[in-house]
């Protein structure tokens, strides 16, 4: 077949799950399937594009918007944010459209004579309409507007509360009109494909699980630090910032009390104004975007995953599993992924549950065996990427 993706991003490098998912998709789905790929880009990404191109017969790509739309890093612009008051399109969603992109994929179509357009995320599926009799494939990452109830529900400003909750009323409908009008979405979890036919019984949906690199991560290990815990995460996301700031004030000073040496260290991108909050806590290091996160994975004694705030797959429980690093995370946290309390990793939902758990990590060396043995046994069994790309490819013989 002839496959044309819509990407968000461009898939590399591999810096967050987007990223990640779309770029070994491609690469896999290349030995069996002419590929096309049509991106956004945020400035000069071209250094990027040979990754890309042994496996892409075309490649083409939009700028993003300027600064009036959109903020540092693909963030969220004031001024964007209350020009979408006057706007019936949810603010994540209108902030994506571009005339240039719609021009481009019209042409890309026609002139590839594509069988088949994949779009990733809800936020390009506005332009499935461009695509004229071609069969559209929606793949949602998250669901979007479970993301935003969410925030709305446990965002900490009564303002961001307010918003959220408009934002959250238009993406409902949008989601769920969109995702009719797609002859087919794909989710990544089980959890998910029940929250969008709870949206819209009539939503033609399937799942397909995520995979990680094994040979990138499994085959990386080193000798851990008993008191160094690890957060990963791009904190540019609202609802990422809220998850954190929520953990160091209500789960830190406990952690703390019984493990005074203990040390946070927090890798990704992150406001400037914000990481001085950050760094007003103890022991708590931020180290911002580092080229490779395996080298802090190989050296912690876990990693956290504190969602409270949260829809989709977190790779990076699934690259810890590779690593043998233990996880705690809350039951948002590893939504979707079939890992079970204390078999796998450790789940709390409360401060305190949580606090605990990662105390017991730190202190039990048996305990912290026995999690990553069956964690990397359960992702070099269901976590891979040729499972992916084999339930994938069975989705694409429909059309």
Request: positive net charge.
């Amino acid at each position: 077949m002839r496959i044309l993706f819509l990407t968000p991003t461009f898939p590399y490098p591999l810096d967050n799950g987007n990223k990640i998912l779309i770029f070994n998709t491609i690469i896999r789905l290349a030995k069996q399937h002419q590929v096309f790929l049509l991106s956004f880009i945020q400035g000069n990404q071209s250094e990027y594009f040979p990754y890309l191109k042994d496996y892409c017969a075309g490649i083409e790509t939009v700028s993003t918007p300027g600064p009036g739309i959109w903020g540092k890093d693909m963030s969220y612009s004031k001024k964007g944010l209350i020009k979408n008051l006057f706007c019936p399109l949810p603010y994540t969603i209108s902030r994506w459209y571009l005339p240039e992109m719609e021009r481009k994929l019209k042409e890309m179509v026609s002139k590839n004579k594509c069988d088949l357009v994949q779009i990733e995320t809800l936020h390009l599926a506005q332009f499935a309409k461009f695509t004229g009799n071609v069969p559209v494939i929606l793949r949602q990452h998250n669901v979007e507007s479970r993301v935003m109830e969410r925030y709305y529900k446990y965002a900490s400003d009564p303002l961001k509360r307010a918003y959220a909750y408009f934002q959250w009323r238009k993406l409902l409908r949008y989601e769920r009109r969109l995702c009719l009008d797609s002859d087919l979405v794909v989710t990544l979890s089980l959890v998910d494909k029940d929250a969008l036919r709870k949206i819209s019984p009539e939503i033609n949906a399937e799942v397909v699980p995520v995979g990680v690199d094994l040979g990138y991560f499994g085959a990386f290990f080193s000798a851990r630090n008993s008191d160094e815990i690890l957060y990963i995460g791009n904190l540019y996301f609202p609802p990422a910032m809220e998850n954190i700031l929520y953990f160091l004030k209500e789960t830190w000073p406990k952690i703390k009390r019984i493990r005074p040496r203990a040390r946070l260290s927090i890798l990704g991108n992150c406001p400037k104004k914000e990481t001085k909050n950050i760094r007003n806590f103890p022991d708590v290091i931020f180290l911002g975007e580092v080229e490779d996160v395996r080298p802090f994975m190989a050296a912690s004694a876990l990693t956290i995953v504190p969602h409270r705030i949260a829809s989709g797959v977190r790779f990076k429980i699934l690259e810890a599993m590779a690593m043998k690093l233990p996880v705690v995370s809350t039951p948002l946290g590893c939504e979707g992924l079939e890992v079970e309390d204390g078999k796998h990793i450790l789940i709390a939902d409360t401060p305190d549950m949580f606090a605990d758990k990662v105390i017991a990590i730190l202190e039990n060396d048996q305990l912290r065996n026995n999690l990553t043995e069956k964690a990397h046994a359960l992702v070099q069994e269901r976590y891979t990427w040729e499972n992916a790309n084999r339930e994938l490819n069975r989705l694409y013989e429909r059309f």
